[in-house]
């Protein structure tokens, strides 16, 4: 017979075939077909412990989540799951093979990911690969907050709507409303982008700077420009506009 507990007050329930409390230090073991409800998320595993007072959990074995509110499911190998007092959902971090998806289209896989759920903020590491609101993104370690993002060792980033990709060793930036603002990228900086005039153009450097107030993106440290019909550009310092696509090269340009 499958047996119940209540997590804390009355917004959580836990069901497990075994459920084994210790009334003295307030810690839970349950075992086989382990489901645990809370404000109005699901996660399920072949086995949790935790503690009663604190609400914290740790779930193993073939687990996975939903989380209808933001109308994402997550899978993993084990998961921790925390409420701190002011995140509603709790803090998430799956452990091993993990895989989240967010409708419409959302997805991101990586070896770890900590996300506060009921937000869009997270920090993933390990194979990261994902696409997030239209965005392809892989790298060995991405995150953001509210206001910022950042990459490490990023090796396919790319906006589809804006035709543009990029690679970089660091990358570090900031949102307003989703969207970004300003963006450093540091190491074998590769950009690519379709022009007006349909063409393909490669730019190599060691640093780019992107400001959305200005529209630009520009690049120093040897950049060197390549595009599909032949034509090169190298300069002190490559500048791309972001409305028109134009490249200005400015200093020894060649």
């Not at 084994?20 to 489901?35: I, Q, R, S, W």
């Not at 640093?207 to 107030?213: F, H, N, T």
Request: aromatic share 6%; proline share 2%.
């Amino acid at each position: 017979t499958q047996m119940c507990a209540p997590l804390y007050a009355t917004q959580g329930s836990l069901t497990a075939d075994s459920i084994t409390y210790d009334v003295n230090t307030k810690k839970t073991l349950a075992k086989g077909n382990v489901v645990i409800k809370r404000d109005g998320a699901v996660l399920c595993g072949n086995e949790a412990d935790g503690n009663m007072e604190t609400s914290e959990f740790n779930l193993n074995g073939n687990v996975s989540g939903d989380f209808p509110e933001q109308k994402a499911k997550l899978t993993s190998r084990s998961v921790k799951w925390t409420k701190p007092p002011k995140i509603k959902e709790g803090i998430v971090e799956g452990f091993g093979s993990v895989h989240i998806t967010r409708e419409p289209a959302d997805r991101l896989d990586a070896d770890y990911v900590r996300w506060e759920a009921g937000t869009g903020n997270y920090m993933a590491r390990g194979g990261v690969d994902g696409i997030i609101e239209n965005k392809l993104l892989r790298a060995h370690e991405a995150g953001r907050t509210d206001k910022t993002f950042w990459g490490r060792k990023v090796t396919r980033y790319e906006d589809r709507l804006q035709k543009m990709g990029l690679s970089a060793d660091t990358v570090d930036g900031t949102l307003l409303n989703n969207l970004i603002q300003d963006a450093v990228a540091v190491g074998s900086v590769k950009m690519d982008y379709i022009d007006k005039e349909g063409l393909l153009t490669v730019v190599t450097a060691g640093k780019a700077v992107y400001s959305k107030q200005l529209g630009t993106m520009v690049l120093t440290e040897n950049p060197y420009a390549v595009r599909s019909d032949g034509k090169t550009i190298a300069a002190n310092k490559i500048v791309i506009h972001e409305d028109t696509k134009n490249i200005e090269a400015i200093g020894n340009s060649k």
